[in-house]
């Protein structure tokens, strides 16, 4: 017998495969107290939560019997993925059950924002009978900015055709031919904000995207435009959007998410243009019960058969494969998270993997969806996990090739990712090495050899006297230390480059100061999500070194 614990209001309904199901023991407990809840989890194999359980590392630290956390619902900010995938507990969600309810309510947001009918309701309710005050605007011919074409930014612009909606759309990975076939128009954030009269967004939040819509953006738009935010919190600069519309340039906005819930700001809440909804994009009847469906029978699944269909962490792996490849997946993850940084963020068209040595012997089908996730997620953030990612290369029109090489690159174990949108490649290899852990040995056509970090500094300059001292100095007028530094060229006196690993972040000024010097042509800072968790020793003798790249 499996149990399972229930810590947030789940649908029941959605809950009954699980409950009905004779290897599984139900108990629902909402509103555990952390401590009680720290007190009992050991005694639980799976367990399922929606938003208000915190399942952090100190709850995982007692959880010694938990296989399965499962998130009713798409994100998991709530969940410690790390922590959860080193003690190897499977994390799944439900990823699409709500994509029709964020979608219609989405649309009740953009109408009711076009006719003022909260506003209306409400003076109308108090007794006030005023007609005059709440003229709105039609939704035909209007032209609809899609800011985030992927599962919901889709359906709805989809629907928003049948109000008779012009759509202009936006996504990295949007292609002209998609976006044909769906009866829309690919476009730029620039010309979604010079014509669009609605702007919806549809978009994770991401470090490229927190705070896309704002001052400087919203100067760009067209006079009397109309936001609509039912994705996440952050992507709209919320100070930036009031001054716009108290100024009269944006008309108005519908805000189902914000960037601390709940939201708390009077200029939001008392703005008679701004209509505001405490988060209800995922919750219909039929999306709870849908999401409470598809976490219970994939949880069914994996007990059951083993088979694991919406985890956003790493599968389970026999413990020979996981002892050799963990490192692997890790520096995997950050080569993709580099690369797509590499090629100016752009979105790829192609990607292509090699690996050398020893790795070819191993199964590197995980390990190949780890990189290939990497890529992905610089743009699609926790919305593609390891399960999903083949899919969505395929759905974006992505192609990719492994390749297989039995030289060993003068490591025992290498690999190398390649990205190119056709106009712009970027390379990375990289390799572990036994006692010392991840290396970046190449950079584009540069030999370098470089520890990953949460923040690297690539500079490409001219391969003259004083470039390093120049640079050292003018981050250190900034208050930025530098951790170490690399430097790496093909020819003595020609193009060359130097990665540095920082302590902390940079502005886009100190960046722009750089791009001054003479001989440098590019600053790039390079950021990782994750960072190297790799214990010296740990690997086994296989990764040595062999011989000297």
Not at 149 to 177: C, H, Q, W
Not at 337 to 345: A, C, E, G, R, T
Not at 448 to 465: A, M, N, S, T
Request: glycine letters at 8%.
């Amino acid at each position: 017998m499996y149990k399972v614990l229930v810590t947030d209001g789940i649908s029941h309904t959605g809950l009954v495969s699980l409950i009905e199901h004779p290897h599984f023991i139900v108990e629902r407990q909402p509103t555990l107290p952390v401590a009680e809840l720290k007190n009992i989890i050991g005694d639980y194999d799976a367990l399922i939560v929606r938003s208000q359980t915190k399942v952090t590392v100190e709850l995982l630290e007692t959880a010694g019997r938990l296989r399965v956390i499962a998130r009713a619902g798409v994100g998991v900010d709530n969940i410690d993925v790390n922590a959860a995938t080193r003690k190897g507990i499977i994390v799944i969600n439900a990823p699409g059950a709500n994509t029709i309810a964020a979608t219609e309510h989405t649309l009740a947001m953009m109408l009711s924002l076009a006719r003022k009918i909260p506003q209306a309701h409400q003076k109308t309710a108090a007794g006030e009978w005023d007609r005059n005050s709440f003229k709105g605007v039609e939704l035909y011919k209007k032209t609809l900015g899609v800011i985030g074409m992927g599962k919901i930014g889709t359906e709805v612009a989809k629907r928003a055709k049948s109000f008779g909606m012009n759509i202009l759309g936006f996504d990295p990975y949007l292609t002209e031919e998609r976006a044909k076939k769906l009866g829309f128009t690919k476009a730029s954030l620039d010309l979604i904000a010079a014509e669009s009269d609605f702007i919806t967004i549809h978009t994770p939040l991401t470090n490229d995207t927190r705070g896309l819509v704002n001052d400087d953006y919203l100067r760009k738009t067209k006079k009397g435009v109309r936001f609509v935010n039912c994705a996440r919190g952050g992507v709209i600069d919320e100070k930036a959007l009031v001054r716009a519309i108290k100024s009269g340039h944006v008309a108005g906005a519908a805000l189902d998410v914000f960037e601390k819930e709940p939201v708390a700001d009077v200029e939001l809440l008392q703005n008679p243009n701004i209509i505001v909804t405490p988060h209800l994009g995922a919750s219909t009847i039929e999306a709870q019960e849908k999401v409470a469906q598809e976490v219970s029978a994939e949880i069914i699944e994996i007990f059951e058969t083993q088979s694991i269909q919406n985890a956003v962490n790493m599968p389970q792996m026999s413990g020979e494969t996981q002892a050799k490849l963990q490192p692997y997946l890790l520096l995997g993850d950050q080569m993709g998270q580099l690369v797509i940084q590499l090629l100016n963020k752009q979105a790829p068209a192609k990607i292509e993997i090699n690996y050398y040595g020893d790795l070819i012997d191993e199964d590197t089908e995980l390990l190949t969806r780890t990189l290939l996730k990497g890529v992905l997620s610089y743009h699609l953030s926790d919305s593609v996990n390891l399960i999903n990612v083949l899919h969505l290369l395929k759905e974006q029109g992505v192609s990719y090739n492994v390749a297989k090489n039995a030289t060993n690159k003068g490591f025992a174990n290498y690999m190398e990712l390649c990205v190119s949108n056709g106009l712009e490649t970027a390379r990375i290899g990289a390799t572990v090495l036994n006692g010392y852990g991840a290396r970046i040995l190449k950079i584009n056509q540069y030999r370098i050899d470089v520890k990953p970090e949460k923040y690297l500094l690539y500079i490409k300059h001219r391969d003259v006297p004083g470039m390093i001292g120049k640079v050292g100095s003018l981050l250190g007028d900034y208050g930025i230390n530098i951790g170490t530094m690399q430097v790496g060229r093909t020819e003595v006196g020609g193009e060359a480059i130097m990665v540095l690993t920082l302590d902390k972040t940079m502005g886009a000024d100190v960046i722009g100061e750089l791009t001054l010097i003479d001989g440098l042509d590019e600053a790039h800072l390079l950021e990782l999500t994750n960072v190297d968790t790799f214990e010296p020793g740990r690997v086994e003798p296989e990764f040595e070194i062999v011989e000297s790249i």
